[in-house]
């Protein structure tokens, strides 16, 4: 597989090098993490700005929260809130800063079944000589169009204009959950219009 470094600033992949410590760490197995967010959109579709870092983790016992709170700092990390560990409880999110280079790091904890399929689907990518986990084109569509900020629908159109032929009866299907479960039908409704604005410019 090609190499994507070149992608990706060199602080961010310090960034990444000290974040997969971390998350290797043999207290915290067994988990599953895969990178989804900006950074992951411009792995698999055009490169773009983005102030942060997106991870995803499965498979994650919560019972190991407190080992990980406790060893990120070991790591090169800090806590953007002052109660990580209850913070992280509460809305599934770790919230860090890497110390050196001050660069935000969002990690979600999964466990729906749409986040396992998304670990259980992604691809493993090469940043120089760090090899991580990267959710598929198709999966980060589904995220965005759930999402919806300006950004997002940005980054759509930005994977659909690459990736043309993506399962899109799935990512309705994912979207419709969300938007049932959300009570936000206007998702569903969004999403339809973006993929088939995507299909008529295939045309």
């Not at 961010?12 to 410590?21: A, H, I, S, T, Y």
């Amino acid at each position: 597989m090609p190499k994507k470094s070149s992608r990706i600033d060199r602080s961010f992949q310090r960034v990444f090098r000290d974040l997969l410590n971390l998350l290797s760490d043999p207290a915290l197995q067994p988990l599953d993490a895969v990178l989804i967010g900006g950074i992951a959109v411009s792995l698999v579709a055009k490169p773009r700005f983005t102030a942060d870092i997106d991870m995803l983790l499965t498979n994650f016992d919560l019972s190991r929260l407190g080992i990980l709170i406790e060893r990120a700092p070991e790591y090169g990390f800090e806590f953007r809130v002052e109660n990580p560990l209850q913070f992280a409880q509460h809305y599934l999110v770790i919230l860090m800063q890497h110390r050196d280079t001050r660069i935000p790091v969002d990690i979600s904890l999964g466990f729906s079944p749409f986040e396992n399929e998304v670990a259980s689907r992604a691809t493993p990518t090469s940043l120089g000589s760090l090899r991580l986990r990267v959710a598929t084109p198709e999966d980060l569509v589904i995220m965005k169009l759930v999402a919806q900020r300006p950004i997002d629908l940005i980054d759509v159109q930005q994977i659909l204009a690459i990736h043309p032929h993506m399962d899109k009866e799935r990512i309705l299907y994912w979207v419709s959950e969300f938007s049932a479960a959300l009570e936000m039908p206007e998702l569903l409704e969004n999403a339809r219009r973006v993929l088939n604005q995507a299909s008529h410019g295939e045309s």
